[in-house]
């Protein structure tokens, strides 16, 4: 999160804490001009000090009161805070990345005046990117659903179609480094929205973007469906 966004909840805190300390300042300032009418004006520095009764005994608890009550403050706020902090983290976490998700659902989206930060996936990739058809030198080419691509692609592999396209068909390279129109910035939050609409089309086991060795036999081991028929034969 930006260091100056805030949840609504901290905006309200934020608020309330400010008008509080308002009123406690305008308080003090009405306070301390009332000044009994029978007491005669000395400046506070100029008036004597507390007697060394007083300052060995009530003046001195009063201090070490004061001292007990903010140690206790700290010793109760601080552990608090630690402790929520991680569950802070990944709230924010997760709010940053429903965000970028959002962005990225704006931007496969063709551009317009509501929405000038659209590229246009779906021209080729079909609305909602569920596949669609082009015409690519002359012939209309299927161009392939990207909401189950994490069955076939891990997201490093997402990445590098998108970076750099793919030659000879009519997937052009997107980043700004290849001659593209999007910053690493807009091909995250694409990324994250292709991820996220997998997520409802793709089972976990099978999903690449979650897992780059799902769906795949590990290396020495043999897929259940193998040795199932060596069993029954
Ligand atoms: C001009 C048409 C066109 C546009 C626009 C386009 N694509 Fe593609 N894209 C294709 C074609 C065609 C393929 C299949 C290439 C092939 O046959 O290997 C493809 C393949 C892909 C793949 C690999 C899919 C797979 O299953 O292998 C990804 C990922 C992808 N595109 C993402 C995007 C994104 C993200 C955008 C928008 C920023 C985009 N594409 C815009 C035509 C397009």
């Not at 009418?37 to 007697?51: L, T």
């Not at 569920?130 to 490093?156: H, K």
Request: proline share 9%; hydrophobic share 40%.
């Amino acid at each position: 999160m930006p260091a100056l966004a805030l949840s609504p909840t901290s905006a309200i805190m934020l608020a309330l804490g400010g008008v509080a300390l308002l009123v406690a300042g305008v308080a003090a300032l009405i306070y301390s001009r009332r000044r009994p009418p029978d007491v005669p004006d000395i400046p506070p520095a100029m008036q004597p000090g507390p007697s060394d009764a007083d300052l060995e005994k009530p003046a001195l608890e009063r201090l070490q009161g004061w001292g007990v009550l903010l140690v206790v403050f700290f010793v109760i706020w601080l552990p608090l805070v630690w402790l929520l902090e991680p569950g802070t983290n990944v709230e924010d976490e997760r709010e940053l990345i429903e965000q970028s998700v959002e962005r990225g659902e704006r931007a496969i989206e063709l551009f317009s005046e509501e929405n000038p930060g659209g590229v246009g996936c779906v021209q080729c990739h079909g609305p909602g990117l569920a596949g669609g058809q082009n015409l690519f030198q002359g012939n209309v080419v299927p161009v392939p659903s990207l909401t189950n691509v994490c069955a076939r692609l891990t997201q490093d592999q997402i990445r590098q179609t998108i970076e750099e396209g793919r030659p000879n068909t009519d997937m052009p390279s997107w980043s700004i480094r290849l001659a593209g129109s999007l910053n690493n910035q807009q091909i995250d939050e694409i990324m994250a929205y292709i991820v996220a609409i997998n997520l409802d089309n793709v089972p976990a086991e099978q999903n690449k973007c979650l897992d780059p060795e799902a769906g795949e036999t590990p290396e020495g081991e043999e897929s259940p469906t193998t040795a199932a028929t060596e069993e029954a034969s």
